[in-house]
């Protein structure tokens, strides 16, 4: 019986121990880190075949600068013998212009004035002299000169002209215009001073009827001298102009009908 109730006891012992303790938990702290050495020098020792130098950025804008000019000077360079490749070719093509404007107005032989007759006036038809007898009347023709080029025409040394009618002489002047500007149209008013002799039986009729109109056919004639002054050659020609044209009458109200005028250069 004692040795049964032996392990109650045990039992009961065993009921008041402590519960076993668990094993505590290990926490890792981070070590300070250790204090900032002081300022200090250092000399490190390298061998010479061992050093690898890196340049700054600063040193490639330096480089760069000094590649451009060249590159400027380049394209320079270039630009220069464009242009003189340009100027060569466009002093070749003024030249050849040059060379064939001066052939041109070497050879290029200018041309002749053209005239038209505008009015003719009688002056003095019925008039007469101190001794009773029927003076010369005198003729004052209109014209209208052109001159198609380009540069003037200087009439100063040309000779004189004539009234025609079938071979008679009515007067005799001097043309008028002394120079003209280059394509320029002149009115011209040639003064004509009647001829000695009795004037033909038509003509004294178309002046006299007033009833009527008696219409004459004349000529006027004039030899001129031209002078042409180019930009390099002057062209000195004698000209030889002939118009023929016919009039209502030789009275009052004269009314040119048709006329046909020419001028030709002599050689």
């Not at 039992?11 to 204090?35: G, M, R």
């Not at 107005?105 to 019925?126: A, C, D, G, Q, R």
């Not at 007033?210 to 062209?235: C, P, Q, Y």
Request: net charge positive.
């Amino acid at each position: 019986m004692e040795e049964r109730g032996q392990p109650a006891a045990a039992a009961d012992d065993d009921a008041n121990e402590d519960p076993p303790l668990s094993e505590p938990q290990t926490q890792i702290v981070p070590l300070a880190p250790p204090p900032f050495p002081g300022a200090a020098t250092y000399v490190i020792q390298i061998p010479k075949d061992q050093i690898y130098r890196v340049p700054p950025p600063e040193n490639a804008l330096i480089v760069e600068r000094h590649r451009k000019p060249e590159k400027q000077k380049q394209k320079s360079l270039c630009c220069g013998t464009r242009c003189l490749v340009i100027g060569a070719i466009l002093f070749f093509i003024c030249l050849v212009i040059g060379i064939t404007l001066l052939a041109l107005s070497l050879t290029k032989k200018p041309k002749e004035p053209t005239f038209s007759i505008t009015h003719v006036h009688v002056k003095n038809p019925k008039s007469k002299s101190s001794s009773g007898k029927n003076s010369h009347p005198g003729y004052e023709v209109s014209m209208k000169v052109k001159n198609p080029n380009e540069h003037g025409i200087d009439y100063a040394n040309s000779g004189g002209a004539s009234l025609i009618y079938k071979e008679k002489t009515l007067g005799k002047g001097k043309f008028p215009l002394k120079n003209q500007g280059g394509d320029d149209s002149t009115a011209v008013k040639l003064v004509l001073d009647g001829s000695k002799g009795p004037l033909p039986r038509d003509v004294k009729k178309s002046m006299e009827d007033t009833d009527s109109e008696v219409r004459v056919s004349l000529a006027l004639k004039m030899d001129l001298s031209v002078k042409v002054k180019g930009f390099i050659k002057t062209w000195n020609m004698d000209t030889e102009v002939e118009c023929h044209f016919k009039v209502s009458t030789l009275g009052k109200g004269t009314r040119v009908l048709d006329q046909k005028c020419e001028a030709e250069f002599k050689g």
